[in-house]
């Protein structure tokens, strides 16, 4: 029998988050951005999920290549451009869409064969000092892309740092449009923060990320106020129940004591299948469906909750360590992270159901 952990991908929300970000940006482009394997949900069932989006966005070319592999022949978008001279020769033989971010890819793009057909798009770097050309060399960079007899296209973006927060995606929206002026071609900037959040970036076309899986780009906005439904539930069961003594300790380091009788429950999920070890007791976690909350510390393969509240609960009993009882985003603040973190950290040892309402 296997172990009963269980990382279950919901088709569906998937369609459905990309229609909340269709909705907020009627009419524009809608790149689905796929990297790092789906956000951890899988290449495949984000293929599936994604499938009305206009293309596709990622880092990876092995992957870009896996996804032409698998049918999808609409753009796919390279966000961080070639790597080095033979990414060119893939992207022209693949028709893959490449960003332009600094001096070296555009010395790459200008040596392509005669033969090679290439989209590409210029980054600006707008304020977050990562990726992208600063105003003067991001014009010069268009110009000189133009006049390149294998370019057939040149297109603009850049990357908001901070459009989780109000307003402050403003100044590097500016800084855009300022960069930008004069220069006619589609342009590309809002993240999931600003599809939902800054109506004037979403320009020609818009790159959900995070809220196409069901979470929020914000810190004080939850996903089910935006109207996002979790794309993955990571789920277990109870594999034992321990009956613990005031003053008795539960996990390494003795990290908790009981303060009064307590019934325990051992859950089959640690760190060795991508649940942080640095979830504090307290954490949020759900036994038969009803919710309560990690005792101790996170080990290897196993973390504690407690069943004060549940006297039923046995083993065998289903666990669920994040999904629609249990938001992603409140188990990743009580651990002081992210939701990208957890989903993209689920372990390979843990098997992926997809399941299409």
Request: glycine share 8%; with cysteine.
């Given at each position: ?60 070319f092995d992957r870009a290549s896996r996804l032409r592999e698998a049918g999808w022949t ?12 033979a990414d060119v020769a893939q992207a022209a033989r693949q028709q893959l869409q490449l ?41 010069a960079a268009f110009e000189r892309l133009r006049r390149l007899p294998a370019v057939r ?205």
């Amino acid at each position: 029998m296997p172990r009963p952990i269980l990382a279950t991908i919901s088709i569906a929300a998937m369609r459905h988050n990309l229609s909340v970000a269709r909705a907020h940006a009627p009419g524009r482009f809608a790149w689905a951005v796929v990297k790092a394997d789906g956000y951890g949900h899988g290449l495949e069932n984000a293929l599936r999920g994604f499938a009305d989006a206009d293309g596709l966005a990622l880092v990876e070319f092995d992957r870009a290549s896996r996804l032409r592999e698998a049918g999808w022949t609409k753009p796919l978008l390279m966000l961080e451009g070639a790597f080095d001279q033979a990414d060119v020769a893939q992207a022209a033989r693949q028709q893959l869409q490449l960003v332009v971010h600094e001096p070296r890819q555009l010395d790459w793009v200008e040596r392509a064969p005669g033969e090679a057909v290439l989209d590409v798009v210029v980054k600006l770097n707008s304020g977050m000092n990562r990726l992208g050309f600063d105003r003067a060399a991001f014009r010069a960079a268009f110009e000189r892309l133009r006049r390149l007899p294998a370019v057939r296209s040149v297109a603009l973006m850049t990357h908001f740092a901070d459009a989780d927060r109000s307003g402050a995606a403003e100044a590097p929206l500016r800084r855009f449009e300022e960069a930008a002026q004069g220069l006619d071609a589609p342009r590309s900037l809002a993240n999931s923060a600003a599809i939902l959040s800054l109506p004037a970036s979403h320009a020609s076309a818009i790159r959900p990320g995070i809220l196409l899986y069901g979470a929020t780009p914000f810190d004080d906005r939850d996903a089910r106020s935006l109207g996002l439904r979790a794309a993955m539930t990571l789920g277990s069961k109870l594999i034992a129940v321990q009956s613990v003594a005031p003053g008795e300790a539960v996990g390494y380091g003795s990290t908790f004591r009981a303060q009064r009788p307590m019934r325990i429950g051992i859950v089959a999920c640690g760190y060795a299948d991508g649940y942080p070890r640095h979830a504090p007791t307290g954490t949020p976690i759900a036994v038969d469906g009803r919710r309560t909350q990690t005792v101790g510390r996170v080990s290897m393969d196993m973390l504690a909750v407690d069943l004060g509240a549940l006297p039923q609960a046995a083993p065998g009993a289903p666990v669920e360590l994040w999904g629609d009882i249990v938001p992603i985003d409140e188990v990743a603040s009580a651990a002081g992270t992210i939701g990208y973190e957890l989903m993209c950290a689920v372990a390979p040892r843990v098997p992926r159901r997809a399941l299409d309402d």
